[in-house]
């Protein structure tokens, strides 16, 4: 990413730019992601492309002032973090389904970031799990040598090992993906995001969603026309007309659209 790419990532999502690639402006930088950037699907619902490249991925969180899903947000952040001197590594996972088992192999994608001099010798490297294209996943970055609990806005996560050497990440009890260790290239997510877009068994072409945590500790989504507005004074629900949902998306995400998102059948 050129300097200008950079500086535009960093206003996008609200973020001064680090002096240096620690943990503290790491934490802030994914804090911000996660707020201003929304985990949507909309592309598959509007016919939009979705290229898993850099660039290309950069330019539609950057430009054109949309979110994505996991491997859209994940690998554009990527970008961001290694352009301002992280060490970034894609890590493929499975999500956990609702009655057990897991998803199909590159069913998500994360990110590990390894820093320097952070662990409590401030010596050597510690490496951290960072997703920003999860939903209620954490907001701020989780130790990835940590086994026990790690409270976060967004609950309370723990990393635990299986019997095949990957993490299965938790939150509050309840197991969120599993996680493999081995270092892959955007290019291995191809098949999964291909799925993701086509598959009558992927959830994201069963129904079009668009959501972030709001800066109140609560949660704004718009799940078809039904807008679902969390914080700390409870929960409101309620079903927009056609004349409100572009509004919506422009009030809540500003994302402008042209014309409402809708569910498209499959060839």
Known sequence: MHTTDTDAYLERIGARRPVAPTLGALRELHLCHVTAVPFENLSIHLGEEIVLEGAALVDK???????GFCYELNGAFAELLTALGYRVSLLAGRVAGPE??????????????????????????ESFLVDVGFGRNSQVPLRLAER????????????????????????NGEVQYRLERRPRE????????????????????????????TGSGGRVTLAGRT???????????????????????????GIELERIPEVRPLA
């Open 61 to 67: 969180v950057v430009r054109r002032v949309r979110g």
């Open 100 to 125: 057990g088992g897991f998803g199909i192999p590159f069913d998500h994608l994360a990110l590990q970031v390894d820093i320097e001099g952070e662990g409590e010798s401030s010596e050597g490297t």
């Open 148 to 171: 026990g609990e790690q409270t976060d806005p967004s609950g309370v996560f723990r990393l635990v090992e299986t019997q095949e050497g990957d993490l299965d990440v938790v939150r």
């Open 186 to 213: 955007l290019a291995d997510f191809e098949g999964g995001s291909w799925w993701h877009r086509t598959s009558p068994q992927s959830p994201f072409t069963r129904s079009v969603l668009c959501s972030r945590p």
């Open 227 to 253: 807008l679902i507005v969390s914080g700390p004074g409870g929960r409101e629900e309620r079903t927009l007309t056609d004349q409100e949902v572009l509004p919506a998306y422009r009030e809540h995400f």
